[in-house]
Antibody
Framework: QVQLVQSGAEVKKPGASVKVSCKAS????????ISWVRQAPGQGLEWMGW????????NYAQKLQGRVTMTTDTSTSTAYMELRSLRSDDTAVYYC???????????????WGQGTLVTVSS | EIVLTQSPGTLSLSPGERATLSCRAS???????LAWYQQKPGQAPRLLIY???SRATGIPDRFSGSGSGTDFTLTISRLEPEDFAVYYC?????????FGPGTKVDIK
């Protein structure tokens, strides 16, 4: 069965960086894109960006441009999201999610990771 | 950027009742690339509807989606106890893939 398993919770100081991993199993990793979505405490969902696991193309939310980098390691079927220059308002649960459609130009998301809480605090 | 507005913010209903949730977009959503997700406390979102009206795998037929252009609706025909949750719409027709603020369906 399809599973996305994310790395554990992180506590970071303002200005630091965090790298969250998302290990996929149960499907051909290179056939689907992966998106990252975050959710601040008690708030709604915010789309952060997308990476194609088949060609490495990325598309980031404009507000995060320059601070976020999404990568994949096809040898381990793992996607990564790195966020730099962390601020207190980056405190959130970060989710990875798989495209519903294979090798699609655009897609919604049918499988989600369990979420990774990143806390930014001095 | 397409802004999605959901109404109402909270819907208080009893099990067995019908729930009608609205999602309105600031501009037309291309190819009806509109999805609905359900989220329960402490859980990741779950895909219910894609392409505005297609049920995702394993989703009960009491959930239905409709609409096109800028106005979309999620209907739950008869609320079951497990349906009380927050529901988000998302457009994925243009970047960024924005989400609505959510509608909370709680028990009356």
């Amino acid at each position: 069965q399809v599973q996305l398993v994310q790395s554990g919770a992180e506590v970071k100081k303002p200005g630091a960086s965090v790298k969250v991993s998302c290990k996929a199993s149960g499907y051909t990793f290179t056939s689907y894109g992966i998106s990252w979505v975050r959710q601040a405490p008690g708030q709604g969902l915010e789309w952060m960006g997308w990476i194609s696991a088949y060609n490495g193309n990325t598309n980031y939310a404009q507000k995060l441009q320059g601070r976020v980098t999404m990568t994949t390691d096809t040898s381990t079927s793992t996607a990564y999201m790195e966020l730099r220059s962390l601020r207190s308002d980056d405190t959130a649960v970060y989710y990875c999610a798989r495209d519903q459609r294979m090798k699609a130009v655009t897609s919604c998301y049918d499988y989600w990771g369990q979420g990774t809480l990143v806390t930014v605090s001095s | 950027e397409i802004v999605l507005t959901q109404s109402p913010g909270t819907l208080s209903l009893s099990p067995g009742e019908r729930a009608t949730l609205s999602c309105r977009a600031s501009q037309s959503v291309s190819s009806s690339y509109l999805a609905w997700y359900q989220q329960k406390p402490g859980q990741a979102p779950r895909l219910l509807i894609y392409g505005a009206s297609s049920r995702a795998t394993g989703i009960p037929d009491r959930f239905s989606g409709s609409g096109s252009g800028t106005d979309f609706t999620l209907t739950i025909s008869r609320l079951e106890p497990e349906d009380f949750a927050v529901y988000y719409c998302q457009q994925y027709g243009s970047s960024p893939h924005t989400f609505g603020p959510g509608t909370k369906v709680d028990i009356k």
